[in-house]
C-alpha cells in the first residue's frame, strides 16, 4: 500500500481550512466543515491497434458547507489563499442567510464522536500514475490486435479510466481527516457481424479499487486473467452471432455476478437510499417503493436474500475510511432474510429517521468534485453469498436447472421511477438443458418486478462464486454527480422469471 502523496500533502488545505471554519464560527454558523479536494483522472482509448486518444484531467479547488439560522448554505471556490478561504465562507453564510426564509424544517446532523487528524489510504500495490502513458498504450494496442486475429471480430478497442482522488475534511466540531483513493477501469470489447445481425463481446473484469497490479501483476496481486479471456472472447463472440434467437417466457436463470451486479445497483442500491425513500431526492429516474413505513415488514425477497451496505470492504469503489461529512465508515444490513431492515445515511437523513443506525449516520456522504454539494451516496451494498457447510458452486446450481439459461455479463437496462418495474438484458446467455450447458441464444432480456425477482431467489453460490462489480458512473442529484460503487454478489438462481426475446418486441 503506498502512502498519501507528497504533492497534494504538500498544498496549503490545513491553513485555509482553519481561516475558512474559524470566520464560519465568527459569523455565527451552528456548524460548518470544510473540504479540500484533489481529483485527477487520466483517459486512454485504443481502437483496432491505434491509439485514439489520451488524456489527463485535474480538478483542484475547495468548498465550505454550513448550518447558520437552521439553514444549509455552501460555496466554492479554487484559489489556494487564506483571504479566498475566508471569503468562500463569508459566502456560504450568505448563502444560509437567504435559504433560512424559505426553510420550514431546520436542518439537523446526526451525531457523530470526533475523529481528529486520521488518516486513510486504499488499498493497492502499483500506483497506475507512475506507470508511463507509453507501457499503458501498449497493453491497450496488444489486446486489440489479439482480439481481431478471430475470424468473427471485424473491430476491437480498449480502454483505461484511473482516478487518484484526495480529501482533507475538516470541521467545527474538531474531526479532520487526509485520504487518497485509487480505482482503474481496464476493458476491451469485440464485435463482429452476420447475415441477419451485428453484436459484441466485452470484458466482464470488473472495475476496482487496486492499482496497476490489477492489469500486469500475478493472481496473488489481484490481477484479473486477461490471456484466458482474450482467447475465450473471439470464440465466443463466434458463436453468439450464429445463435439461435430465445424462446420468451417464464424461464428459471443462473445468474453470473458480471451480470447480477447491475440489477443489485438499480432495484436495491437506489432504492434504499434513504433520501429517495423519503421523497427528498427524484432525479436520475426517481424515488423508491420502499418507503420507510415498509422498513422491518416488507418481503424484498427470499429468505436466502441477505444484503449488506459496505464502505470498508477492501478493493470497493465507494470504500473510503470517513465520509464527507467526517462520519467513519461501517457496514450495515439492508435485507436480511428476505425482509427490508436498514437504509443508506447520511447525517441529515440520519436525524430524520434516529431508530435507524442507533441515530447515527452509516456514512454515506460523497461529493464528487470540490465544487459540488456532498449528497447522500450509494455504499457498496452486495448480495452476502451462502457460508453454510455446504455452499453450492456456479456448476451445481446449473446442475439444478432442467430448463433454463446462464446469464453472464452487463448490458443495457431499463427501471422505472419507483425502482420497482425493471428489465435488464446482458453479454451472453447460455441454454442450460437438463443441468448442463448446451451453447448460446440470443435477443434475451429478462423483465419482472423488484419484489417478485427477489421472491423468485432459490439459491445463493458459496463464497467462491462471490464477485465484486461495479462501476464508475453511478449517476445522482442536480446538477448532476457521477459516483463510483462496487457491487459484490455470488452466482444465483431464480425460479420463474420471465424472459423476453428483444428481436421480436423491437418488432424486428
Given at each position: 500500500m503506498s502512502g498519501l502523496d507528497p504533492t497534494f500533502l504538500a498544498l496549503p488545505y490545513r491553513a485555509l481550512g482553519d481561516a475558512a471554519l474559524e470566520r464560519a464560527r465568527s459569523l455565527g454558523a451552528s456548524h460548518a466543515d470544510f473540504r479540500f479536494e484533489r481529483v485527477r483522472s487520466q483517459q486512454l482509448s485504443v481502437r483496432d491497434g491505434v491509439l485514439q486518444g489520451a488524456g489527463d484531467t485535474e480538478d483542484l479547488g475547495f468548498a465550505v458547507r454550513v448550518v447558520h439560522r437552521g439553514a444549509w448554505g455552501f460555496a466554492a471556490g479554487v484559489v489556494p489563499t487564506v483571504a479566498e478561504a475566508v471569503a468562500v465562507a463569508e459566502r456560504a453564510i450568505a448563502v444560509a442567510e437567504v435559504a433560512a426564509r424559505m426553510t420550514t424544517r431546520e436542518v439537523e446532523l446526526a451525531p457523530e464522536p470526533v475523529h481528529d487528524d486520521v488518516t486513510w489510504v486504499s488499498s493497492y500495490r502499483r500506483d497506475p500514475w507512475e506507470v508511463a502513458v507509453a507501457d499503458k498504450?501498449?497493453?491497450l494496442i496488444d489486446w486489440t490486435e489479439r482480439l481481431r486475429r478471430g475470424a468473427a471480430v471485424d473491430h476491437a478497442r480498449a480502454w483505461l479510466l484511473q482516478v487518484q482522488e484526495n480529501k482533507y475534511y475538516a470541521d467545527t466540531a474538531g474531526t479532520r481527516t487526509t485520504q487518497q483513493r485509487v480505482r482503474l477501469e481496464p476493458g476491451f470489447e469485440a464485435m463482429g457481424s452476420s447475415a441477419d445481425t451485428v453484436d459484441s463481446m466485452s470484458s466482464i473484469a470488473p472495475p476496482v479499487g487496486r492499482g496497476w497490479e490489477y492489469v500486469v501483476g500475478s493472481a496473488q496481486d489481484g490481477a484479473w486473467d486477461w490471456d484466458a479471456e482474450l482467447d475465450e472472447v473471439p470464440e465466443l463472440l463466434a458463436e453468439k452471432l450464429k445463435a439461435p434467437s430465445v424462446q420468451a417466457g417464464p424461464t428459471d436463470l443462473v445468474i453470473h455476478p458480471s451480470n447480477l451486479w447491475l440489477t443489485i445497483h438499480e432495484s436495491i442500491g437506489h432504492a434504499t437510499e434513504l433520501d429517495r425513500a423519503l421523497g427528498y431526492e427524484a432525479n436520475y429516474a426517481g424515488t423508491s417503493f420502499a418507503t420507510p413505513g415498509l422498513l422491518g415488514t416488507l418481503r424484498y425477497g427470499s429468505p436466502v436474500m441477505h444484503v449488506t451496505g459496505d464502505r470498508t470492504i477492501e478493493h470497493g469503489l465507494a470504500t473510503i475510511g470517513y465520509d464527507d461529512e467526517g462520519v467513519a465508515t461501517q457496514r450495515w444490513d439492508i435485507v436480511r432474510d428476505g425482509v427490508l431492515v436498514g437504509y443508506q445515511l447520511d447525517r441529515p437523513m440520519a436525524a430524520m429517521l434516529p431508530e435507524l443506525n442507533d441515530g447515527r449516520s452509516n456514512g454515506c456522504a460523497y461529493a464528487d468534485s470540490p465544487g459540488h454539494l456532498q449528497i447522500q451516496r450509494m455504499a457498496n451494498v452486495s448480495l452476502e453469498p451462502d457460508h453454510g457447510p455446504d455452499p453450492a458452486s456456479t456448476t451445481d446450481l446449473i446442475a439444478r436447472v432442467e430448463d433454463g439459461l446462464y446469464v453472464v455479463g452487463d448490458k443495457s437496462?431499463?427501471?422505472?421511477?419507483?425502482?420497482?418495474?425493471?428489465?435488464?438484458?446482458?453479454?451472453?446467455?447460455?441454454?442450460?438443458?437438463?443441468?448442463?450447458?448446451?451453447?448460446?441464444?440470443?435477443?434475451?432480456?429478462?423483465?419482472?418486478?423488484?419484489?417478485?425477482?427477489?421472491?423468485?431467489?432459490?439459491?445463493?453460490?458459496?463464497?467462491?462464486?462471490?464477485?465484486?462489480?461495479?462501476?464508475?458512473?453511478?449517476?445522482?442529484?442536480?446538477?448532476?454527480?457521477?459516483?463510483?460503487?462496487?457491487?459484490?454478489?455470488?452466482?444465483?438462481?431464480?425460479?420463474?422469471?420471465?424472459?423476453?426475446n428483444t428481436r421480436s418486441e423491437g418488432g424486428l
Open positions: 498504450a501498449a497493453v437496462w431499463s427501471i422505472d421511477m419507483q425502482r420497482f418495474n425493471f428489465q435488464f438484458t446482458g453479454q451472453r446467455f447460455f441454454r442450460i438443458r437438463d443441468g448442463e450447458l448446451r451453447g448460446q441464444v440470443r435477443d434475451v432480456a429478462y423483465q419482472a418486478t423488484t419484489t417478485d425477482f427477489w421472491g423468485s431467489l432459490e439459491a445463493v453460490g458459496g463464497p467462491d462464486t462471490w464477485v465484486l462489480g461495479g462501476a464508475f458512473n453511478c449517476g445522482k442529484a442536480q446538477p448532476g454527480q457521477v459516483a463510483a460503487v462496487s457491487h459484490g454478489c455470488p452466482t444465483s438462481l431464480f425460479r420463474g422469471v420471465n424472459v423476453l
